[in-house]
C-alpha cells in the first residue's frame, strides 16, 4: 500500500533516522542527520502526545503496524494522551466505535473532533440554525443547533458528504451563504489516503464556495489554532510541553508548530515526500510510522 512504510528509499531496516526538512533548504536535497541533537533538544519537555488517526493509527480498517502497541506504550509511560481528527464522515461516537473496533481503547473525552469547536463558535457568535452540510449520522453532534434546510440557516457548516458531495447539496449552501449565513468549515483538508488511494476531502468543496460567495470560511478543526489550544486546555499542559503526531504536514504538522507544539511527521498514510520538502513547514522530527515514536521519545528523555 503507498505510504506505508517501506516506500522510502533512504529507510534503513532496522536503523533509527530522523530526518530534519530544514537540511533540504537551499535546493540541495535533504541529508541524513546522525546527530539528532536538535530533534531530541525539542522534544525533552513532552508530557503529552496528540495523535491523528487517519494514516496515523490506520488507513481506513488497516491498523498501521505497532500502533496498538505504542498507544500502549505511551499510556503506560503515563504521557497525557488526545486523539485528535479532521475527520468527519462519522460522528464522535461512531469514531471511538472504530477506535475500539480496531483495538484502541479510547475513552470519548479522549477522542476531539472538530464537531465540538463548530458548536462552541456558534455559541460564541449567537447562531442557532444552520444548514449541515455532512453525513446523516454526524449531525447528531450537533443536536444544540436547530438545522435548516432552506435560506434561513444563521451558518452553513460543511463536514465530509463523500460520493454524496455534488450539485445541489453545494448549490443549497451557495444559497445559503449569499443569504447571509456564516460559512464554517469543520475542516479544509486537500486529500486524504483511501484504502484505494488518495481522495478528496472537504476542503476542495470549501473552496467552491469561498470561490463562489467571496467569503472565507471559518475553519475549526486542525490547522485552527483553537483546535489545538482545547486539547491543551484538555490535558492541562502548555504547548511546549505536547507533541502532535501526524501524517498531514499542513494540518497536523504546521497547524502544531504554529500552536506552538512539536510536530512530528509520520511516512505512512498520506505522507508524500514532496509535498512535505515543497510545505515550507519543518517537522520537529519525521519518523518512518507511529512505531518510532516510543524510541524517538526516549531518547529525547520524554519518555523512561
Ligand atoms: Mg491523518
Known amino acids: 500500500m503507498g505510504g506505508l512504510p517501506g ?5 534503513r531496516a532496522g536503523a533509527y533516522t530522523v530526518w530534519l526538512s530544514r537540511t533540504r533548504v537551499g535546493g540541495i536535497g535533504r541529508q ?26 490506520y488507513v481506513e480498517d488497516q491498523v498501521i503496524d505497532g500502533a496498538r502497541e505504542t498507544v500502549s506504550a505511551l499510556r503506560e509511560s503515563g504521557l497525557g494522551l ?4 479532521n475527520t468527519t464522515a462519522r460522528s464522535h461516537a461512531q469514531t471511538v466505535a472504530k477506535l475500539d473496533r480496531l483495538g484502541f481503547a479510547v475513552a470519548p473525552d479522549e477522542l476531539l473532533t472538530p464537531a465540538r469547536l463548530a458548536v462552541r463558535y456558534c455559541e460564541q457568535r449567537g447562531h442557532r440554525s444552520a444548514l449541515l452540510v455532512m453525513n446523516e449520522e454526524v449531525k447528531e453532534d450537533f443536536a444544540e443547533l436547530m438545522e435548516d434546510e432552506g435560506g434561513q440557516a444563521d451558518a452553513v457548516i460543511v463536514g465530509d458528504l463523500g460520493d454524496a458531495f455534488g450539485y445541489d447539496v453545494l448549490n443549497r449552501a451557495f444559497r445559503a451563504v449569499m443569504a447571509g449565513a456564516e460559512l464554517i468549515a ?5 486529500y486524504w489516503m483511501r484504502a484505494d488511494g488518495l481522495s478528496l476531502d472537504v476542503g476542495p468543496f470549501v473552496a467552491a ?19 489545538f489550544e482545547l486539547a491543551l486546555a484538555d490535558l492541562d499542559v502548555e504547548a511546549r510541553a505536547a507533541a502532535m503526531l501526524g501524517d498531514d504536514i499542513e494540518t497536523d504538522i504546521g497547524g502544531a508548530i504554529a500552536a506552538g507544539l512539536a510536530g512530528i511527521l509520520v511516512r505512512t498514510g498520506k505522507y508524500d515526500r514532496d509535498d512535505a520538502a515543497s510545505s515550507g513547514v519543518e ?18 528523555g520524554a519518555l523512561e
Do not use: M, Y
Request: aromatic share 6%.
Open 283 to 300: 517537522p520537529t522530527a519525521t519518523i518512518d510510522s507511529i512505531a518510532e515514536v516510543p524510541a524517538l521519545l526516549a531518547r529525547s
Open 32 to 57: 541524513r542527520v546522525c546527530d539528532a541533537g536538535p530533534v531530541t533538544a525539542a522534544l525533552d519537555a513532552v508530557r503529552a502526545v496528540l495523535i491523528d488517526l487517519d494514516g496515523v493509527l
Open 186 to 190: 469543520l475542516q479544509k483538508n486537500r
Open 82 to 85: 488526545r486523539f485528535v481528527t
Open 209 to 227: 464556495l469561498e470561490f463562489a460567495t467571496h467569503r472565507d470560511a471559518v475553519v475549526v478543526g486542525k490547522p485552527a489554532r483553537s483546535f
Open 7 to 11: 516506500t522510502d528509499p533512504f529507510r
